[in-house]
């Protein structure tokens, strides 16, 4: 009888790990797009790297999302002239390494 109220207590606990896990991941999935664009211009020397994001795919918008010297993620309207200009910037330092 001990072993099998052992057995349920382990299959419950299971159970609401893999629970855990899947509701962990799908909040990652989403957190993972962009949503809405910054209002502020970022100046490229705080820029590190970016990511373009293309509303074909699992998300709503077109962005690029701009990786900061803090590890910050800002998403970003691709249409917006100094998008362009810090996506050709960190496009040439890409190159001369």
Same mark, same amino acid.
């Given at each position: 009888?001990?072993c099998?109220? #052992?057995? %349920? %207590?382990?299959? /419950?606990?299971?159970?609401? =790990? %893999? %629970?855990?896990? +899947?509701? &962990?991941?799908?909040? /990652?999935?989403?957190?993972? +797009? *962009?949503?809405?664009? @910054? &209002? !502020?211009?970022? !100046? ?6 970016? @990511?373009?994001? =293309?509303?074909? &795919? /699992? *998300? ?7 990786? @900061?010297? #803090?590890?910050?993620?800002? +998403?970003?309207?691709?249409? #917006? ?7 050709h ?5 890409? #190159?001369?390494?």
């Amino acid at each position: 009888m001990m072993c099998r109220s #052992k057995s %349920l %207590l382990l299959a /419950a606990l299971m159970s609401a =790990l %893999l %629970l855990h896990l +899947c509701s &962990e991941s799908e909040a /990652a999935s989403n957190f993972d +797009c *962009c949503l809405r664009y @910054t &209002e !502020h211009v970022l !100046h490229p020397k705080f820029i590190v790297g970016f @990511t373009q994001q =293309l509303a074909n &795919e /699992a *998300c709503d918008i077109d962005a690029i999302i701009f990786h @900061t010297k #803090k590890k910050f993620a800002i +998403c970003a309207d691709p249409k #917006k002239n100094w998008v362009k200009q810090a996506v050709h910037i960190l496009s040439q330092r890409v #190159k001369k390494m």
